[in-house]
């Protein structure tokens, strides 16, 4: 049984009181993908204080994923059950903690421990705003929606490694968390103020029902299936050796840390690229054709890092990824908001669990990788990978539209 108490219509304009939320939303959104990209350029810093190599110091990212990716497990349920809105208000402001630990931290362990709880708090926020908006908003103005909304959460990716790198060059990199704390005890104030007059939904469990039945319902359904097991392996060969571009290009190029950062964080232009123009992209390619050229971008473009003869070919690398990425993922993620609609906190959560599991595995690899055989060795993994994982996504969609469309004929007959 699904409640809505001061529910918004979904039929017709989007109100007022919806475009402010989602406003806020995008404002913690960006916060959450600011800390998710922050250590990205820090890897030499730490490496060079704490007197280990770059690789080691790839659990201040891996720690981060691998929170943010198990608690989707109980975000998701505890977002249907008690309200998104409500779950995502607490969350930025508990992100604040995990800030402050990493801005006071004697030693590279203690920075592991404030990153593993910042990716415990912040997981709640991009997935469960979202399925927020998949309640909310109509279907037909739903992807206009989500892209004006993950406008926040990509402009956090450019700002995450360019303030990384520019506070470790100037004041000193402490202070990067410094602002982050800042950034979170505001927004996380501004969602909580707002808590009584938002509207929600929540899912009251049948008596008997425990709260992770939606989880069940989620993977019921071997499309769904799917797409999670997709979303992990993009994950893997996205990220992974994303996650060492700073890194990279400070050792080959010798560039400093904010430049590294600032080169990588051009990923966001090419992210806005396509959320400005996702329609048209849309109209123009489809879903399959999305997918495909979604793949084949990022391998060229993992290829471009790897070739690089000068820094600023890395541009022009970066804004590649960001626009690849988002070719291919905008599908994956239409997809999961439509997995399970009774349950869509969890079926988004449950999503943004495996993109992010497949991160952090995909982020050890290659920290193993460039450990032993150098940090140029670690983009072949997303050169091969990704468009045999770009072909296989979108034969899959080809058989499921062709299921779609039989099951269709066979009911109009």
Avoid at 44 to 49: D, N, Q, R, T, Y
Avoid at 380 to 387: A, D, K, T
């Amino acid at each position: 049984m699904t409640q809505a108490p001061q529910q918004d219509r979904t039929e017709g304009n989007q109100p007022k009181s919806t475009t402010s939320v989602i406003i806020l939303f995008a404002l913690a959104a960006c916060a959450a993908t600011t800390s998710f990209r922050i250590c990205d350029p820090l890897l030499p810093v730490f490496a060079e204080e704490f007197g280990v190599r770059t690789a080691q110091t790839s659990g201040t990212v891996t720690l981060f994923a691998i929170a943010y990716g198990i608690m989707q497990f109980f975000y998701g349920p505890l977002g249907d059950r008690y309200g998104k809105f409500n779950v995502v208000s607490w969350a930025t402001l508990g992100c604040a903690i995990g800030a402050l630990i990493v801005v006071f931290a004697p030693s590279l362990e203690v920075i592991e421990m404030g990153r593993l709880i910042s990716g415990a708090t912040a997981a709640a926020i991009v997935p469960l705003s979202m399925a927020w908006i998949g309640d909310h908003v109509a279907y037909e103005q739903r992807q206009a929606t989500l892209a004006r909304f993950l406008l926040g959460s990509i402009s956090g990716m450019a700002l995450g490694q360019l303030l990384g790198g520019v506070f470790a060059d100037t004041i000193g990199w402490r202070w990067a968390f410094v602002w982050m704390a800042a950034v979170y005890f505001i927004v996380g104030g501004l969602l909580i103020s707002r808590r009584s007059s938002v509207p929600e939904k929540v899912h009251t469990p049948t008596q008997g029902a425990r709260i992770f039945g939606p989880l069940k319902q989620v993977v019921s359904t071997r499309w769904a299936i799917m797409v999670l097991v997709v979303v992990l392996i993009e994950g893997f060969f996205v990220f992974g050796p994303l996650a060492f571009v700073p890194a990279f290009l400070h050792e080959r190029h010798g560039i400093p840390v904010s430049w590294a950062g600032m080169i990588s964080g051009f990923f966001a232009l090419g992210a806005f690229i396509y959320a400005i123009r996702a329609n048209q992209f849309v109209k123009w390619l489809g879903e399959r054709r999305l997918v495909l050229t979604g793949g084949m971008t990022l391998a060229i473009a993992y290829g471009s890092f790897m070739l690089s003869t000068v820094w600023y070919w890395g541009v022009l690398a970066s804004i590649l990824s960001g626009l690849g990425y988002y070719f291919l993922h905008a599908v994956l993620q239409t997809h999961a908001t439509q997995m399970a609609p009774a349950a869509r906190g969890s079926a988004v959560s449950l999503f943004a669990s495996c993109l992010f599991l497949g991160q952090s595995l995909g982020v050890a690899v290659c920290a193993w990788i460039g450990d032993n055989f150098g940090l140029l060795a670690v983009f072949p993994v997303g050169i091969v990978g990704l468009p045999l994982l770009a072909w296989f996504f979108a034969w899959r969609l080809r058989l499921r539209q062709a299921d779609l469309n039989s099951a269709a004929k066979t009911s109009a007959a």
